[in-house]
């Protein structure tokens, strides 16, 4: 396989992943969320690689995966910023309370929401809000789906949004902060600060697409998750839906 073809592979194979959840139960579940994770990691380095070189590739890991897990273990020992949580050990080795698998999922999603945000505004400020915005977004998917499943949870999950209990709305400005944290580090280290070619971003920016579509799909069919299904298509999409509109915004 060409190189330039490697990320709509492992785009492919995310995709099927994804499919099959709904599919599973129990600790196969668990088993594929945790694939999921490190094929969605592998897409976003891959492509940080083959679309904007090894400096964006290493940008990705220290601002998102190093930064994730440092700020997910500051969580879990202090309650800052996210509120008091723990996770249940079901998705496999830990280290300092964070399951290994939590920083690659802030990673795998870093990189889809920046390449958007680049062809969304021109000013890095912009950019860094319009990528924070989305990423944190998508944790209006993410949080209730994994608190149903067991995988963590909130010790006073109050006051949570309407229809979403067990995730506090503090933890949603956790996330908002971090998010914008992120990717400012982001924005300063990875270089070449301008939206490419669509061609070479179109992978990255179809898992963007892709990860919001099926999110609503999944939470309001499969899941019986109706209200994060509605939040998420609501909140998330006012930062990824204006992607359709303007794909080709010069840099």
């Known amino acids: ?54 400096r964006a590739a290493v940008a990705l890991v220290l601002s998102a995966m190093a930064g994730g897990f440092v700020v997910e273990a500051i969580g879990v020992a202090t309650g800052f910023p996210f509120g008091s949580y723990e996770y249940s050990g079901r998705l496999g080795p830990r280290l300092l309370g964070v399951p290994l698998i939590i920083p690659l999922a802030w990673t795998w999603m870093a990189w889809p929401a920046w390449l958007a945000a680049l062809r969304l505004a021109r000013r890095r400020a912009s950019r860094v809000a319009i990528a924070a915005a989305g990423l944190a977004a998508w944790d209006l998917f993410l949080d209730p789906q994994m608190v149903a499943e067991d995988y963590w949870r909130w010790r006073d999950p109050s006051p949570a ?23 400012a580090a982001l924005a300063a280290a990875a270089g070449r600060a301008t939206a490419g070619p669509l061609s070479s971003d179109a992978p990255a920016l ?46």
């Open 1 to 54: 396989m060409p190189a330039r073809w490697l990320p709509w592979g492992l785009l492919a194979a995310l995709v099927l992943t994804q499919i099959c959840y709904p599919l599973t139960e129990g600790d196969a579940r668990a088993r594929l969320t945790v694939v999921t994770v490190l094929l969605g990691v592998a897409f976003s380095l891959v492509h940080a690689l083959l679309a904007r070189g090894p």
């Open 206 to 251: 179809a898992l963007w697409l892709w990860t919001y579509a099926s999110s609503v799909l999944a939470h309001a069919v499969f899941l019986s998750l109706p209200a994060s299904a509605a939040w998420g298509a609501v909140i998330m999409g006012a930062a990824v839906l204006p992607l359709l509109l303007r794909p080709r915004l010069p840099a």
């Open 161 to 183: 949004l309407p229809g979403v209990p067990g995730v506090p709305l503090g933890n949603y400005l956790g996330w908002l902060g971090f998010a914008v944290l992120l990717m």
